[in-house]
């Protein structure tokens, strides 16, 4: 191996994560979930998740080194990388802390990487083999999609980046899990959302809907998409909410339980339209070379073949994160991301003076 081994940490919300890497190739990826923990209060608790990181970073670390060493030919970690943000504060001081005392007690720099950026670097990580073998065109463009983020990027080149819009509200995965919420169902609500639609509405008549209900008829529901105005390139998903309860509440017990999946359709097609139309007026504005997307959302398959049919309008590549462990939060793609600043000698010059940085922009 020629390239530096990368011991990886990650605990930026939910998900106690370890990975080792070395370049692009990740040699072991460790995510322990707090999905369980979390599902009846409906959302993360803050206090609940910084104590189970607390009770779970060691063993995933261990967890992940012990699966990597096969692969380490007696070669030892060269650096530790931990996100330090964005994210939930009492949950990155975990991860922050202990890569400090790893990176102390071994001697070995630290590497501090941006969560967000690691969501771009998630479509470029690799297997052991060195599979798949991507390469950006620059300039990129990146769409990252999760709970608490919701983000067009312009990646000019490894490290430079210009962000395009963001959410001025809501994200698009909490927008999904407040849906849920609004219709009664479990947490998280991407996933239940994604799994309604998919009854309403068979794969073979998948498409961004036209907003005009006298043409459209294969969406039950429609809401009136925000932000129209063309080259603002910024999302709000906090009026599409206010939109669905007010059409939730206005049904009786027995149609909300007729509607459920129509339901369910109409809001993830007004969430994903303003996903795939941003994206698209980005494309015309800035003329990409490659299209980058990445984060939690992107786990549903409709939304993966909006943007497979947006790539293919404009010719243009489209990479996801290859693997289903490279797509919610993780330690791999931080160790991916940590794999280029390690090569620009970006290490942190004073440990006692990083902190978290719950709401760092790229």
């Keep these: 191996m020629t390239e530096p081994i ?65 692969n380490l030919n007696h070669q030892e970690p060269a650096a530790v990388a931990v996100t330090y943000g964005p994210g939930l504060a009492i949950a990155l001081e975990v991860g922050l802390a202990k890569a400090k005392e ?81 219709l009664r169902l479990g947490y998280p609500g991407g996933p239940i959302i994604e799994r309604l639609t998919e009854q309403a509405l068979p794969s073979s008549k998948f498409k961004v809907q036209s907003f005009d209900k006298a043409q459209d008829k294969s969406v039950k529901f429609l809401l009136t998409p925000p932000l129209r105005e063309r080259g603002n390139l910024n999302f709000s998903y906090s009026g599409l909410k206010t939109q669905f309860l007010y059409l939730v509440q206005k049904m009786s017990e027995t149609e909300l339980g007729q ?17 795939i139309r941003k994206t698209s007026d980005a494309i015309e504005i800035h003329q990409p070379k490659t299209l980058l997307c990445g984060g939690g959302v992107i786990a549903n398959r409709y939304l993966r073949t909006l943007l497979r049919r947006l790539a293919k309008e404009n010719q243009l590549p489209v990479f996801f994160p290859p693997a289903k462990n490279l797509i919610g939060d993780n330690a791999a793609m931080i160790g991916v991301a940590a794999g280029y600043k390690f090569q620009r000698k970006e290490f942190v010059e004073n440990l006692e003076t990083l902190d978290r940085e719950p709401r760092l922009s790229l």
Excluded: W
């Excluded at 707090?34 to 803050?46: A, M, S, T």
């Excluded at 210009?162 to 919420?181: C, I, N, P, Y």
């Excluded at 459920?260 to 303003?274: N, S």
């Design 102 to 182: 790893l990176s102390a007690n071994y001697r070995l720099p630290l590497i501090a990487v941006n969560h967000m950026e690691g969501h771009i670097y998630s479509c470029l990580a690799q297997n052991r083999s060195g599979r798949p073998q991507r390469e950006v065109i620059f300039p990129a463009l990146c769409l990252l999609v999760s709970g608490g983020h919701t983000e067009l990027v312009l990646m000019k080149d490894h490290g430079r980046y210009q962000v395009l819009g963001e959410t001025l509200d809501d994200a698009v995965g909490e927008a999904l899990d407040k849906a849920a919420r609004i």
């Design 6 to 70: 990368i011991l990886a940490i990650d605990t930026s919300c939910d998900e106690t994560s370890a990975a080792v890497t070395t370049g692009r190739q990740v040699l072991s990826n460790v995510i322990s979930s707090q999905i369980n923990l979390h599902k009846k209060y409906g959302g993360v608790y803050p206090a609940l998740a910084k104590r189970a990181h607390l009770e779970r970073i060691d063993h995933v670390i261990a967890e992940a080194l012990k699966r990597a060493r096969a």
């Design 259 to 275: 509607n459920l999946a129509d339901l369910a359709a109409a809001f993830q097609e007004a969430a994903f339209e303003q996903l």
